[in-house]
């Protein structure tokens, strides 16, 4: 029942396992200290509480997971704006609608290297 108590402990605050146990029992944390080292056995009324806390915890989780599950559906259902090549306008001010690949100014010309070696 203990290494239950002190895994359970664990996965509600990994790094401070006793005070999280307590913030979720309401009680000292000397004393979920305690329960989670095997100093003293929880008493049963604890274990609802404990067992009421998580089903609570994961209901809510339940939930979380459903709402990023149905808003990742609704993203990959949006329909994505086009950008770069696909987006047709004005885009140096000359008044000529093209997309965004080189058209105006023209490049310059590179010139090539003429000496020798």
């Known amino acids: 029942m203990t290494d239950t108590v002190k895994l359970i402990a664990k996965r509600l605050r990994p790094k401070k396992h006793n005070i999280g146990l307590a913030a979720a029992l309401g009680m000292p944390a000397t004393t ?3 329960y989670t080292n095997g100093y ?3 008493p049963e009324y604890r274990l609802r509480q404990l067992g009421a806390y998580l089903l609570q915890e994961a209901a809510a989780f339940t939930e979380l997971a459903r709402q990023c599950d149905f808003h990742a559906r609704q993203e ?3 329909i994505k704006p086009r950008t770069g090549f696909w987006l047709q306008r004005d885009w140096y001010g000359t008044g000529v ?3 965004k690949r080189w058209h105006w100014p023209p490049r310059p010309q590179r010139v090539a290297d003429q000496s020798t070696r």
Request: a positive charge.
């Open 32 to 34: 979920a200290r305690s």
């Open 76 to 78: 990959a259902r949006r």
């Open 40 to 42: 003293r056995r929880m």
């Open 97 to 99: 609608i093209s997309d």
